[in-house]
């Protein structure tokens, strides 16, 4: 199999990213999806080793190939591919890139050119949309060069037009899959679309923001985007798409008020990151909620014909002409049309690297070669998700293997421990395990593995403190008035909880034992809602992670009473420990290993410990983990062991005392 394939690279709208005849590239689809992996460097986060660039927005690509649907003219499948991972998404469409299609088919005899333009009819192959295409071809050749100007890229480029026929529930079957044009979901309103790709709009306000951010300020919000990231879990599962958990459909979308009765402020992610600018198909979904009455983004009503509507995005706006039909309720959009440009970067070899596809022998080599799995029992951009990925970055090169981060979130952390626990002994599926797995929730609850008989300890990672944290509605200046307050008034004041067995959740029961005081206790799915809920006044406090806490405190949305630690933060070095506040026995420092499934040989924990080691050693890795609020603790796999048997003997103690288990649970918890 050829290691050199053709390859043509292309800046398509605000995208960039290799296009290829579909007979450049290997036959079959895994095949063919392996040399993408390749062709951009997907395992490498920085993509060095490919023509990626490091981000969803350069790790794009076009397959082209002549339609064999009638009408159409060319076929052309978008393909995302990952960064830091090996993975290829074919389920959704580029917009973007698509701006590329015709103007490449053109320059590759696919499609004769007019003199003066060509329209081409372009067949989605990811989501079986049609669209027209209008490229500038003076004297039957492609011209890149024009006046025209999008925001997002620099200078000015021949138009294309864009004019999407179809593309409204191309996707689901329905341009509201849900049934609804507003669901609620953990008591937020979103609004399920596909139009011309499958959206979640969320209005910004009611996830605490403005929804005019710079991405960079989104994107550093943690909590922000695991609850975005919790709400588009669900969404997926309500429109038919599955678990989307490792897909990139649906995309969320904060909206909140444009500039005139015309526009919309839009903030699209990637869905865990917020975009520079905006995705073509995703502008299109958003306008055609705010064009279409009922939505979270519904603007005025528009009567039947062509609309000049907007997008504001963070680079600028998307200008899109909308045809509505109908009317009342039945009103519809019927086409969006709108102008993008792109430009020829370079046309060559590409030389594949020699690990992308299956060598003879391969399967006699030793198990080491084969990727190894880091689950992580919460969902991707959190902080455990971040330390997770942070030292898979650093063990692939040291083990001389891939390493894949596998976010298996649910049931506080019991669906990734009970995988991992059921997994081979073979030391290629690694546990990224934390307090709430090992010692808080087996403590609460009985559950479907044993947290010491179950898993070979490898190796100590780090821990973080746990902060105290108020709404800054709450009149109480310190701890002492609080807790004067709450004696005051039982009952007066909620707290958030991240889920039953999590450290949020036991930092409230301790600080209720120690302080004889009664607060109302509410449990969201996950941190990232319970601190938005808090920020948002639902709850008036919390026990959150410093990197939980951290944008909110910094931003004035929550303010920080105590450390519930044994030692002040060098972060905050005004706000004391609980202890210095009267408050003593609060001590609820998060920690975070790595973990085996038992039975794995011995000779394994040991080297993987010594590669883990070798990373928490690096003073890149120590510095990321101080500036995610965590420390790095490196160890031994047995004072790992003696970690989690001292840690669950303690919480154990503790639900004792609180009588948090319930009734039917206690014998099995206190064994």
């Not at 398509?12 to 040399?35: I, K, V």
């Not at 927005?57 to 009408?71: T, Y």
């Not at 045809?323 to 970067?345: H, N, P, Y």
Request: glycine content about 10%.
């Amino acid at each position: 199999m050829s290691k050199t394939i053709p390859c043509v690279l292309m800046r398509a709208g605000t995208s960039r990213g290799p296009f290829f005849l579909r007979e450049w590239l290997p036959a079959g689809d895994e095949a063919r999806d392996q040399a993408l992996i390749g062709a951009i460097g997907a395992s490498d986060p920085l993509q060095l080793d490919g023509v990626g660039g490091g981000s969803t927005l350069n790790s794009k690509v076009a397959i082209v190939s002549r339609s064999s649907v009638p009408g159409c003219d060319l076929d052309y499948l978008f393909a995302q591919v990952g960064v830091g991972h090996r993975s290829v998404d074919t389920r959704p469409n580029c917009g973007n890139m698509l701006s590329g299609v015709a103007p490449f088919a053109i320059e590759q005899g696919l499609v004769p050119a007019q003199d003066g333009s060509t329209k081409v009819r372009v067949h989605n192959v990811n989501t079986g949309a049609r669209i027209d295409v209008t490229v500038r071809t003076p004297g039957r050749r492609v011209t890149y060069e024009g006046d025209a100007r999008i925001d997002g890229v620099a200078g000015t480029a021949a138009p294309i037009l864009l004019d999407f026929l179809d593309a409204w529930g191309a996707v689901t079957g329905q341009v509201f899959p849900t049934g609804q044009r507003i669901d609620r979901i953990q008591g937020v309103e979103v609004s399920c679309i596909d139009a011309a790709m499958p959206l979640m709009v969320v209005r910004a306000a009611d996830l605490g923001v403005s929804g005019r951010e710079k991405p960079v300020a989104l994107d550093a919000d943690a909590a922000l985007l695991e609850r975005i990231e919790s709400l588009r879990l669900e969404a997926g599962l309500r429109m038919g798409l599955g678990d989307v958990s490792n897909s990139v459909v649906p995309k969320p979308v904060l909206v909140s008020a444009g500039d005139s009765p015309d526009s919309i402020t839009s903030r699209y992610f990637t869905p865990r990151r917020c975009h520079a600018s905006h995705a073509v198909t995703g502008a299109i979904g958003v306008a055609s909620a705010f064009a279409l009455p009922g939505t979270v983004a519904s603007g005025v009503a528009r009567a039947a014909g062509c609309h000049q509507l907007s997008v504001l995005h963070p680079a600028g706006q998307i200008d899109i002409e909308v045809e509505m039909g109908g009317e009342g309720d039945g009103v519809s959009v019927q086409r969006a049309a709108l102008v993008r440009t792109a430009r020829k970067i370079m046309q060559g070899d590409l030389h594949l690297p020699d690990y992308v596809f299956s060598r003879p022998g391969e399967s006699d080599r030793p198990a080491a070669r084969k990727p190894l799995t880091l689950i992580v029992p919460t969902s991707a951009g959190g902080g455990n998700d971040t330390m997770a990925r942070i030292i898979a970055a650093k063990l692939a090169p040291l083990l001389g293997q891939e390493v894949l981060v596998d976010n298996r979130a649910g049931a506080n952390g019991a669906v990734a421990s009970e995988y991992v626990a059921a997994a081979e002994p073979d030391g290629q599926t690694l546990m990224f395990g934390y307090v709430a797995t090992h010692a808080m929730n087996p403590a609460l609850q009985k559950l479907g593995y044993d947290p010491v008989a179950d898993f070979a300890p490898v190796g100590l990672v780090g821990s973080s403190p746990t902060l105290m944290v108020v709404h800054p509605a709450v009149p109480a200046a310190d701890v002492s008035a609080l807790v004067a307050a709450l004696r005051a008034e039982p009952g007066r004041y909620g707290y958030a909880s991240a889920g039953d067995g999590t450290p949020p959740h036991f930092a409230a029961a301790l600080f209720q034992l120690a302080t004889g005081t009664t607060v109302r206790g509410s449990t969201y799915e996950g941190a990232a809602p319970a601190i938005a809920d808090t920020a948002s006044g639902r709850a008036q406090l919390m026990f959150p992670s410093l990197f939980t806490a951290s944008p909110f405190v910094h931003s004035g949305r929550l303010r920080a009473l105590a450390v519930a630690g044994a030692q002040r933060l060098p972060a905050l070095p005004g706000v004391p420990t609980l202890a210095e506040a009267g408050v003593a026995g609060v001590d609820v420092t998060q920690w975070y290993g790595l973990f085996a499934p038992a039975r794995t040989p011995p000779a394994r924990v040991l080297a993987l410990n010594a590669a883990l080691n070798q990373v928490l050693a690096d003073p890149d890795v120590v510095r990321l983990f101080e500036q995610h609020g965590a420390r790095v603790e490196a160890g031994t796999p047995a004072m790992l062991g003696e970690r989690v048997q001292a840690e669950l003997a303690r919480w154990r103690a503790v639900v004792d005392r609180s009588g948090l288990a319930r009734p039917e649970q206690r014998s099995a918890v206190l064994e």
